[in-house]
């Protein structure tokens, strides 16, 4: 079998927060398993990517997420080049489209609204019943602790929604606050890799101020394989192989999605998951899947 020649885009760094170690880790782990595979693999950073001429590469995976770049990569995928995760999964996974597509596709997930953020009517607080609201910025991920921020009441929720639109956010999202278990989940579809944990009794989380909000964890029973199935259901709603997320656990076992991103960091399990996302990347480069 002939060698394999595929390229990688590096996240940059400013998409990483507090997760630039991770990130690289796990992205430097599964090259070097695609390697043990035998593909011979030339990694590049987004900025290196950007200000090639012509890619000369008909395989990529990648964790890329600057707009300019996932473009261009769509671009490819447009004209017959295979990209893991696809450009256009990493693109619904973009707040906004993510809260589309996860009503869309009937998820269980938190109440949540989108608004433009010159919102200043009431309409979407009176239907949100919870104690409080998360607002999020709806045009991209989370690239500062800002940009998901919890409001206590409907006047600093309109405040935080200002803030946005001073920084040129056009939209967010708001929803509802809800109460439970915080659960972190890493999978790849297409493989039974499926890992979950509490991140609070791990320090594994982006932002201190969440656990405060949140509360510790009080392990309330739930069925993880029907987790694994409705986070696996998710990830093929927006159009993504490799895939992490966050849910709420109610005191009844009952469980939403409240989060989903396109390739995380797998810190906690990376050792593990590294083969399993060569293998699901191998897979889809070579048809097998």
């Known amino acids: 079998m002939n060698e394999i020649e595929i390229l ?11 997760h630039i170690g991770n990130d690289d880790a796990i992205f430097s782990l599964t090259a070097k398993a695609l390697e043990t595979m035998g593909c011979k693999v030339t990694i590049c950073c987004e ?17 890329a997420r600057q707009k300019q770049v996932v473009a261009r990569l769509q671009e490819l995928e447009n004209s017959g080049v295979k990209v893991v995760n696809s450009a256009f999964g990493i693109e619904n996974c973009f707040r906004t489209n993510l809260t589309r597509a996860l009503n869309e596709h009937h998820i269980p997930v938190a109440d949540s609204y989108i608004v433009p953020t010159s919102y200043d009517q009431e309409t979407v607080f009176d239907d949100i019943k919870s104690k409080g609201y998360w607002i999020k910025r709806g045009d991209f991920h989370a690239i500062h602790k800002e940009d998901v921020s919890f409001a206590a009441s409907r006047a600093e929720a309109k405040e935080i929604l200002r803030e946005y639109a001073l920084r040129d956010i056009p939209d967010a999202v708001i929803s509802e606050n809800l109460v439970g278990d915080l659960v972190k989940f890493y999978g790849v579809r297409g493989t039974d890799f499926f890992f979950w944990f509490y991140p609070y009794d791990n320090n594994h989380h982006k932002y201190a101020q969440y656990q405060q909000i949140n509360g510790n964890s009080t392990y309330y029973a739930f069925d993880a394989a029907h987790l694994q199935k409705v986070a696996t259901e998710a990830s093929e709603a927006v159009g993504i192989s490799i895939y992490g997320g966050d849910a709420i656990v109610g005191q009844d076992g009952q469980f939403r999605i409240i989060d989903l991103n396109d390739w995380p960091s797998f810190a906690p399990c990376r050792d593990q998951a590294a083969g399993h996302i060569a293998g699901r990347i191998f ?6 899947n």
């Open 47 to 63: 900025d290196e990517f950007l200000a090639m001429n012509k890619v000369p590469h008909s395989r990529i995976f990648t964790m």
């Open 283 to 288: 897979q889809e480069f070579t048809n097998d």
């Open 8 to 18: 990688g885009v590096h996240r940059n760094k400013k998409y990483s927060p507090n």
